[in-house]
């Protein structure tokens, strides 16, 4: 047994979470550099602004309907979604946070103590009330149809934002409902070929012929019919999957055209990129570096360049990747172009000690790397300092624009709401 618990407009609602002035007001969050919609409030969605609209598009609709623009607040976002999934380990068995506003319970056994639908009531007022986050939550036997049951329960009102799809013939009615467009892991291809078949719903979908569309599809959408009729092929991912790469990029605030602005990005993403090598405990051996200018400018000269390098042995050590990327940066920049966008990328990863040492690098070095790592990752997750290293840049004016950002209000004690 199985339930999907789905916050409703997540980034929308940590927004309004801290602001009660705009209860009913339309709110749209921006994706980075204030680009496009990237989420909207309910009010927002009733006046029809679309999900990835260029913000300059709408500013017209802003101004006539009083819409209020955030922009992404990721700390904010991050630290409320581990409120909420905290809460939902004190009452499950066992969880799999599948996004970060998604998570998939394994409710079996729960059915012994206490009724399905109560718990699943039970579970959202308490997310409701400790947060402040509203949630769907659908309760099913296989993951897919948990996630259809969340479905109906955001799209029906009168579910009260829970619904039980542990009953076939409900499951049924449900399905004959569905586009099978709304079925998780159908892609928008694969609705178009289905719809050609005369696949029109899930139901259509949960009928056909597994082994046929095996055949002309592939396995995954066989164990997605299995999983339409009741029989789970998907456990629970209580172990995330290790990365097989890391990537950290952003577009900038502005075109940059100055060579050390420029490197200054580079060696920033470097960091972060390392810092999040660490928090997956693997050590990287090949260092990518790519930069671009903006392919939507016309008439405007054009440059994209990529280049990789393999490192003597694998590292997690901030300085030996900062050293390959500045040398990789320098190598492929061309002055004379209005850089639009800069990153790294890190692959073929390690487990520590799980590699061919080098025959003439002595250990004590790889212990002092893995001491001062440790410290510096300290004090910048301590919130109380921040370390970093000088070719990041003291002030760097390339950082991506967020006109509209909003306090953080749970991770900041200078920005800590304050009731006069």
């Not at 749209?28 to 679309?50: F, P, Q, T």
């Not at 090949?286 to 990529?306: A, D, G, H, M």
Request: positive net charge; aromatic residues 8%; glycine residues 6%.
């Amino acid at each position: 047994m199985f339930s999907l618990v789905d916050c409703n407009n997540f980034y929308a609602s940590c927004e309004k979470l801290f602001r009660p002035d705009l209860k009913h007001t339309p709110v749209v969050v921006l994706s980075n550099n204030d680009g496009c919609v990237v989420a909207r409030s309910k009010e927002a969605k009733v006046l029809g602004l679309k999900m990835g609209v260029p913000l300059f598009q709408v500013q017209d609709e802003i101004r006539k309907h009083g819409i209020v623009c955030f922009s992404s607040n990721y700390a904010l976002y991050a630290d409320m979604s581990n409120r909420v999934m905290t809460i939902l380990e004190e009452v499950a068995p066992h969880l799999e946070v599948y996004s970060i506003d998604e998570a998939f319970m394994d409710l079996t056994g729960v059915n012994h103590v206490t009724d399905l639908l109560e718990f699943g009531k039970r579970v959202k007022a308490k997310v409701d009330q400790w947060t402040g986050i509203t949630v769907g939550i659908g309760i099913a036997p296989t993951k897919t149809l948990a996630k259809l049951a969340n479905h109906a329960a955001k799209k029906y009102p009168a579910t009260g934002s829970v619904v039980d799809l542990m009953d076939s013939d409900r499951q049924k009615r449900l399905l004959a409902l569905v586009d099978v467009s709304d079925v998780w892991g159908v892609g928008r291809r694969t609705t178009a070929k289905l719809k050609a078949k005369g696949v029109h719903t899930a139901l259509d979908l949960a009928n056909a012929n597994p082994k046929a569309i095996r055949r002309e599809f592939s396995v995954v959408l066989e164990r997605t019919i299995q999983e339409l009729n009741g029989v789970s092929c998907l456990d629970l991912e209580l172990v995330r999957p290790t990365k097989q790469q890391i990537i950290c990029s952003r577009s900038f605030g502005h075109k940059v055209t100055d060579k050390r602005e420029l490197r200054e990005a580079i060696a920033k993403y470097t960091t972060r990129a390392a810092e999040k090598l660490r928090g997956e405990k693997r050590l990287c051996r090949v260092v990518s570096v790519f930069i671009r200018t903006s392919p939507f400018i016309p008439n405007e000269p054009q440059y994209s360049k990529t280049l990789s390098a393999e490192l003597p042995h694998p590292t997690d050590d901030t300085r030996d990747l900062l050293e390959v990327a500045i040398v990789l940066f320098c190598s492929i920049y061309r002055a004379g172009y209005r850089y639009a966008k800069g990153g790294v990328m890190l692959t073929d990863f390690y487990e520590r000690g799980a590699f061919q040492q080098d025959l003439f690098r002595a250990d004590n070095t790889n212990i002092n790397s893995k001491a001062l790592m440790n410290v510096i990752d300290k004090i910048n997750h301590s919130g109380l300092g921040n370390v970093f290293f000088a070719s990041q840049g003291v002030s760097p004016h390339w950082s991506m624009k967020r006109e509209h950002l909003s306090p953080a209000y749970t991770t900041r004690w200078e920005e800590l709401p304050k009731v006069y």
